[in-house]
């Protein structure tokens, strides 16, 4: 057992003042943790206790599918640019020189590290598949750290990458993850929820984030009673049929004079419209997402014109904007770039007449014996120079008639702009965030948005390293193939910031109580008065029987006031309490259960086997995900 009086554990009584989120204001106070720097924190006793114990939690799982590594955190440039990435990851990665000029990174994730092994050592379809993960520290430059441990520049991630000979075996390696991610965080005492969402950066098909509602959460899930549940990068909805407006004059688009309406409440308040029956413009330019190697460029120009056409009452999803325009990162346009590419102003872009369209599934004739629709990764195997602006149109606006538009003239608009007869786009996809109320894609119930926190994510790489670095097995018939890939994530800190947030929002956000798989903790005996011979003997006693059970015990023999024992107890998390107090004259101990919020007392002889069995009970509980 460990003893209080010998343990450093600083709580606070209150919070400093720009600690956040409940999650950074509780950590901080129970003693687990204090900041260095900007996003940059020290494990103290318990924190490392609860870390360590999340650890072996995923270790154990994890063990069950795959074999443990230990990859360097320190990787040459050269590794990053065998993928493309090394221009790709852009301000977020850590870069540095050694003394010899060499170029170094801090590696964010090891994809390309798992993939050097993969290609230097995998030979044949005997060997596969292979699972292999580690447990290691990662960096990332973030720009802004803020919300305690949930965005930080230095953390901890359990990743693993599966190699398979086909994608049946793919599948089957993504299956045994999602079986074990969810074994881990219902041990963990998390109620969670699996939604669809984008890979970023990492590139890959199918994808899922485990997410914990909670509104300390950055990301917003758009979830339905009928069990979709999706990112709101990733999410899509049902639109209702809207009515389209009736032709003016020959039905052709028709030049209206709009002095001074360049909003879109100032246009339909000026046509009596509902926002619905407007085309908005968004536009952008964008930053390529693939490097100069990869394009196959003389040079790679630094931005890429993105112009984004959808209903006015609805909103651009730049995830998915990127991923269908082939950038990663988008930025508004200029006044000066809205004239050279669209040929209009703001408040009065329009699709009519757009400068320097593609059209007709072709590129400018760059590459014009390839059809858009095969292009793989759209746009993203095509040399980047002669590009030209990218017009693409939300899904929303598809089938309409009649709609109004912005002229590219100030102080004019369009109306009777139809979609495919006035203008054509490059292409036509869903680049939309979806809105509450909208109905969900597959039962058609009302989509709820919820903010959220993740703590996993597992997708489909396919062959975008392996291919780009050259790993190679030979197939059943001697043939050289290309090994299939998956990547799978969980931030460790993520899981102990969740489970403070979950019994913070269950404990008006004062107190807390973790669950006894990851607490530093699973009892604390409190002898409420040392100087007592009998309760510090009994203390003494029922700590000895618990930790003879195998249990993790703390006895709280300091020489304290009961009061700021029972207060220390509840802020730290420790689920369940022993008081040793007054009771003892007749035999009896007072026991809390936290997790339960109730209290009894239990006849002395019985406290340790009553404690063991309802601890016992309690991490063998299957927790449900979260609806």
């Not at 006044?335 to 872009?349: F, N, Q, S, T, V």
């Not at 309490?577 to 101990?589: F, L, Q, T």
Request: hydrophobic share 40%; charged share 25%.
């Amino acid at each position: 057992m460990h003893r209080w009086s010998q343990l450093f554990i600083p709580t606070l009584r209150e919070a400093p003042a720009d600690a956040e989120v409940a999650s950074h204001k509780l950590l901080l106070r129970a003693g687990y943790i204090r900041q260095l720097g900007a996003g940059i924190y020290s494990y103290l006793f318990l924190g490392n206790r609860s870390i360590n114990k999340i650890v072996a939690i995923i270790r154990e799982e994890m063990d069950r599918i795959g074999q443990e590594f230990l990859l360097p955190a320190l990787n040459p440039r050269e590794i990053w640019e065998a993928s493309g990435r090394w221009d790709v990851m852009g301000d977020n990665m850590f870069r540095l020189e050694d003394r010899k000029g060499a170029e170094l990174c801090l590696a964010m994730t090891h994809e390309e590290v798992m993939t050097d092994i993969a290609r230097k050592e995998l030979r044949s379809y005997k060997q596969l598949p292979q699972i292999w993960y580690q447990i290691q520290t990662k960096f990332r430059d973030e720009p802004r750290p803020k919300s305690g441990l949930l965005r930080v520049r230095q953390f901890t991630m359990k990743d693993s990458y599966s190699f398979d000979i086909d994608e049946a075996g793919l599948d089957v390696s993504y299956n045994k993850h999602d079986a074990a991610y969810r074994r881990i965080f219902t041990r963990c005492g998390l109620q969670f929820v699996s939604v669809d969402a984008d890979s970023g950066s990492m590139g890959g098909s199918a994808s899922q984030e485990f997410m914990v509602y909670t509104d300390a959460g950055e990301d917003l899930i758009a979830s339905s009673a009928s069990g979709y549940a999706a990112n709101l990068e990733k999410a899509t909805s049902r639109l209702t049929p809207v009515k389209d407006l009736a032709p003016t004059g020959d039905g052709t688009p028709e030049l209206v004079h709009t002095p001074g309406k360049a909003s879109i409440a100032d246009v339909t308040a000026f046509f009596g419209i509902e926002a619905s029956q407007d085309i908005k413009c968004v536009a952008f330019m964008g930053t390529p997402s693939l490097s100069k190697s990869q394009t196959g460029a003389a040079d790679v120009p630094p931005l890429r014109p993105v112009v984004a056409f959808l209903r006015g009452d609805h909103q651009v999803n730049e995830t998915k904007l990127n991923a269908v325009a082939g950038t990663i990162e988008l930025r508004p346009m200029t006044p000066e770039e809205l004239e050279l590419h669209i040929g209009g102003p703001a408040g009065y872009l329009g699709p009519v007449g757009i400068a320097e369209v593609m059209t007709n599934g072709s590129l400018n004739g760059l590459n014009s014996g390839k059809e858009l629709s095969k292009i793989k990764g759209i746009f993203r195997n095509v040399p980047s120079e002669g590009l030209k602006t990218i017009v693409i149109m939300d899904l929303g606006l598809e089938g309409r008639a009649n709609l109004v538009a912005g002229a590219n003239k100030v102080d004019y608009h369009l109306r009777n702009v139809t979609p495919g007869r006035d203008f054509t786009p490059t292409l036509t996809a869903d680049i939309r965030t979806v809105n509450e109320g909208e109905l969900d894609p597959i039962g058609g119930e009302p989509l709820r948005l919820g903010k959220a926190v993740e703590i996993g994510h597992i997708f489909k790489l396919g062959y975008k390293y392996t291919k780009s670095m050259g790993a190679s097995v030979l197939n059943r018939d001697g043939k050289e193939v290309t090994p299939i890939m998956g990547c799978y994530g969980i931030g460790v800190e993520r899981i102990l910031t969740a489970a403070f947030e979950l019994s913070a929002a269950a404990n008006d956000g004062e107190v807390y109580a973790l669950h006894p798989s990851i607490a530093p903790f699973q009892v604390v005996v409190t002898i409420t008065n040392v100087g007592d011979a009998a309760l510090l003997a009994a203390g003494e006693k029922v700590a000895a029987e618990l930790d003879a059970a195998g249990l993790d015990v703390l006895l709280d023999d300091r020489d304290e006031r009961a009061g700021v024992k029972f207060k220390d107890a509840d802020l730290v998390g420790i689920p369940y309490r022993i008081n040793i107090g007054r009771g003892v004259a007749e035999g009896k101990v007072e026991f809390v259960d936290r997790l339960q919020k109730k209290n009894e007392d239990i006849p002395l002889h019985e406290i340790a086997s009553r404690v063991t069995t309802e601890i016992t009970s309690t991490l063998h509980a299957v927790l449900p995900a979260a609806i």
